[in-house]
C-alpha cells in the first residue's frame, strides 16, 4: 500500500518533495494542500508540476479514509463510522447550540480493559495512525464546522501518544489547522508516563477518568488503578498550572450505590483539595452483564451538591445520542464483534 501523507508535518513532508525531484519549499505547499485545502487526492495539488505529482503518486496517497456509515441521534449527534484495517472505530459529532464537538477515536478496541466500557470489552485491535485520527476531523459532513474536539472516543490516547501528539501538532500549528489547544480536550485514565510527556508538550485541556477515589474500589473496574494508582496521577497533575486558560477536570461516572455516598464525596475533596478543577458527573448507561445499574438522578444530585458544597465545581453532565449507541462508555463499532 502507498505511503500517506495525510499526518506528515512540514520537514517530514520536504524530504519526501525532494526525494521525489520536487523543490524544497513544496513541502510546505503540501502541507497547505492536506491541511487547510483538504484535497483528497496528489492530483488536486495543483501548484505542484504535473511531473512532481506522477512521481509522488508513485509511492504516496493522501490517505484520507471516508466513513462507510452515518446514524443520526434524535438530539442531533452524528455517529460515523471508520473501516480500519479489518476493524471499525466510530466518531461522534455533537452538536450544541453553536458549538459542533467532535468526540474522536485513537485505537481500535483498548487495552485497558474498564470493566463498564463496551470499548474495553472488545480487547485491542491496534492503534490508528494519525492519518486515521485525522481522517474522523476531514471526512465527515460538519468537517469545516467543527469547533471542537475531545479525544474521549474509542481507545486510550495516551497509549497511542506518538500518533496523538502529532495529531494534536497539526491541529494547533499554524500550517495546520491553527485551532487554538483551549478548542481541545484530551480524556485519560491516566497513563502516568506519557500524561507527563502531555503535560509537557501540549497546551490542551485534560480530563481524567477518576470514577472513585478509592484504590481499592476503583481497582474493582479499573485494573489499571494497579500499574499507574490514583494518588501518582493526581500528584503529577498538581505540579502543573491549571489556573490560566489550561484546565483540568475528572470524570465520574455515577453507579447506583457504588460511588456516590457521602464518603465517597468527602475523599474526592480531599483527593483534589489544593487543585482548580471540575468533577463532571456522568450518567452511566447500562452494559449487558455488568452488575452496576445507573444511578438515579437525586442520587447524582445529592452528590454533586456535597462536592460544591465541598468547594469544586461539578456538573451533571447531560447524555448525548443514546438512542444510536454513541453515549460515553457505548462505542463498540456495529461491525466489531464483543
Ligand atoms: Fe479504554 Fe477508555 Fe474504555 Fe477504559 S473507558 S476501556 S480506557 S476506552
Redesign the pocket.
Known sequence: MKERLLGKTPSELTEIAKACGLPAFAGKQMAQWLYQKRVRSIEEMTNLSKQGREALSQHYQVGLTAPVDVQESRDGTRKYLFPFESFFVEAVMIPDQERRTLCVSSQAG?K???RF?M??RQGFHGNLDAAAILSQFFAIEEAGQLSNAVFMG???PLDNWEQVKRVLEILTADWGLAWSPKRITLST?GVLPKLKLFLEESKCHLAV?LHNPFPGERLEL?P?QKAWPLEEIIGLIKQYDFTGQRRVSFEYTVFSGWNHSPRHADALLRLLRGLECRVNLIRFHAIPDFPYKPAAAQQMELFRDRLEKGGITATIRASRGEDIFAAC?LLAGKHNIV
Do not use: N, P, R, Y
Open positions: 483498548c485497558m480493559g474498564c466500557c470499548t474495553g474509542m481507545g486510550e485514565i477518568s479499573m489499571v462508555g
